[in-house]
Structures are given as structure tokens and as C-alpha cells.
């Protein structure tokens, strides 16, 4: 069983969690929005740990403002980290835009747009015969 869950991923997977909360009830800064932490990757070593966000109904721009934001806040989260979490070190945060969420917009839109070709309308409008 442990080799099918490593101790980083376990780590990761709690950091993430911890980070949520903290992202949502800690940071104070007016410029961020409701930000959804989607993955959390953490090095052999513990020493870095990549985490991948979005700003939920934001466009790609507002999300990297966001992870700028956040990696000025590193510190800060990092501290309150270490004191929710019993690790002897807290690892080095480095906020990243998750590009998941903008390509599923894409897919979604490109596939929108083929279903509506394909019934020879303009996709506008939904089938009301359905």
C-alpha cells in the first residue's frame, strides 16, 4: 500500500487542502478572486512545491496576476503552513496558472461549434426539439 501512495503525494495532497483554506480565509488582498488550487506537486526532496492555480470566471490574465500575487504572499502562506502541518520543513511555494481549466473552455467551445454545423445552424439557439 505505500508504494501506491508516496509520502510526497500524501504531502501534496494536504498542502492543498491546507492551502485552499488558507488562500481563502488568511490572504487579505482585494485583487484576488475566488481562487480554486487544482494540483499540488511536491519534490523527492520536500524542498519545492509547485502549485497549480485558477481564478474561477477569470481569463488566463487575471489568473497569472493571481499567481503573482500569491507567490509575493509565499512567505506568509509558507509560515501558516508549518504551523497547521507537523512537517519538519515546510516546503518553498511556487504559485503557477493551471492551463486545464482554459484548454477545457476551448475543447468545450470547438466541440459547441461542431454539434452546431452539423445541424446546419449557428449554435446560437438550443434544439428545441429535443
Not at 523527492?44 to 490574465?61: F, I, N, S
Amino acid at each position: 500500500m505505500a508504494k501506491d501512495y508516496p509520502r510526497t503525494r500524501r504531502v501534496a495532497d494536504q498542502i492543498q487542502r491546507e492551502l485552499a483554506t488558507l488562500i481563502r480565509d488568511a490572504v487579505r488582498d482585494p485583487r484576488l478572486g475566488s481562487v480554486t488550487v487544482s494540483e499540488v506537486t511536491v519534490s523527492r526532496d520536500m524542498g519545492h512545491a509547485k502549485v497549480y492555480m485558477t481564478v474561477l470566471g477569470a481569463d488566463a490574465d487575471t489568473s497569472r496576476e493571481a499567481a503573482e500575487i500569491l507567490n509575493g504572499a509565499a512567505g506568509f502562506l509558507r509560515r501558516e503552513l508549518g504551523r497547521s502541518m507537523r512537517l519538519r520543513t515546510v516546503p518553498a511555494l511556487h504559485f503557477l496558472h493551471d492551463e486545464v481549466f482554459d484548454r477545457g473552455a476551448d475543447l468545450t467551445q470547438l466541440i459547441d461549434r461542431a454539434v452546431a454545423s452539423d445541424r446546419g445552424d449557428d449554435g446560437d439557439e438550443p434544439d428545441q426539439n429535443r
